[in-house]
């Protein structure tokens, strides 16, 4: 399924079977995760993706000699500047990112950086497993830069959040779910997963959070966050895309109150996560598609209707 201009549905394309280069691995791929990435990269709000593009960045696949790997949204780094050699290789100014600068998993092969390529657990069929290689992956590094957190705020529940939720409380946190108001059957997913308390994004809380993750790419809820902190707390922004985030009053940021971002992932994170997954267990509630119905599955993702994460099945 390729893209061939930002802001069109994608098509159904006949083309040559990728070959691989010197370091590079030839997956037949068995599924592929549906991230809101891939939905920001073909309405076009991410800029100068390569095109004609095969989207898709949490792939499993499997090698001619029989090995089950995964292809996340790292797909290539240069290890040379002065951010791979501090092992701050997510911020590589020169790194490629699959499903973007790369040919995804929208297909039935793909070929990858054999080193950037992650072993896929035990336990997990392939279609349970896409979603690790990035909502999986992605919030796991939230997580980690939320720090101890006790009291958790995550806002929007999609296919992130539904794993987060189950590694916070693995790890003994309480946790406080935030989703669109109105949204019956969001809110009962949220109390599904483990949270204390269900409401609405721009409600405060029972108690005052200690962190809070955004995974909605929706601006204001940065500043809706800030007012559920309690002092000393942060506000971790877990979207490649968000829209702009509206003035807010200084109060709100006073008191050491902290907003970051988290971009990409590295392959620590990956191997970390992946070795965390089976022992909580993770376990990711999918809605499956089939190749050809790529675009029915950007297009429910877009509107919000998918309850844990979207697959395709190749």
């Not at 696949?61 to 092992?87: F, N």
């Not at 999986?136 to 009291?151: M, N």
Request: hydrophobic share 40%.
């Amino acid at each position: 399924m390729v893209l061939h201009a930002a802001g069109e549905q994608l098509r159904l394309d006949e083309v040559p079977a990728p070959e691989p280069q010197p370091g590079q691995v030839l997956l037949r791929v068995a599924a592929c995760g549906v991230c809101r990435t891939d939905l920001h990269v073909v309405d076009g709000e991410l800029p100068n993706p390569k095109l004609p593009l095969v989207p898709g960045h949490q792939i499993v696949g499997r090698t001619d000699d029989g090995r089950r790997i995964g292809v996340p949204w790292l797909g290539w780094t240069d290890g040379a500047c002065r951010y791979c050699v501090s092992g701050r290789e997510n911020l590589c100014e020169s790194a490629r990112f699959t499903g973007y600068d790369l040919d995804g998993g929208y297909a039935e092969h793909v070929v990858a950086d054999e080193r950037f390529c992650l072993p896929i657990p035990d336990g997990y069929d392939d279609l349970q497993a896409a979603p690790l290689l990035c909502a999986g992956l992605i919030g796991y590094r939230a997580l980690r830069l939320a720090g101890d957190a006790e009291r958790l705020g995550l806002y929007g529940f999609g296919a992130s959040a539904h794993i987060v939720a189950q590694v916070a409380r693995h790890q003994g946190r309480r946790l406080f779910g935030f989703v669109r108001r109105g949204d019956e059957a969001a809110r009962a997913f949220v109390l599904e997963l483990g949270c204390e308390w269900a409401g609405a994004s721009d409600e405060l809380p029972p108690e005052q959070l200690d962190a809070a993750i955004v995974f909605a790419p929706v601006g204001e809820l940065v500043p809706a966050a800030l007012r559920a902190l309690a002092r000393g707390g942060s506000v971790v922004c877990a979207g490649i895309h968000m829209s702009d985030i509206p003035s807010f009053p200084y109060e709100l940021l006073w008191e050491e109150r902290l907003v970051r971002s988290v971009a990409n992932l590295t392959r620590r994170d990956g191997e970390e996560f992946l070795a965390l997954a089976p022992q909580v267990p993770v376990r990711t509630e999918v809605e499956v598609f089939d190749l050809e119905q790529a675009n029915d599955a950007l297009d429910r993702l877009r509107r919000g209707e998918i309850r844990g994460a979207a697959v395709l099945r190749v």
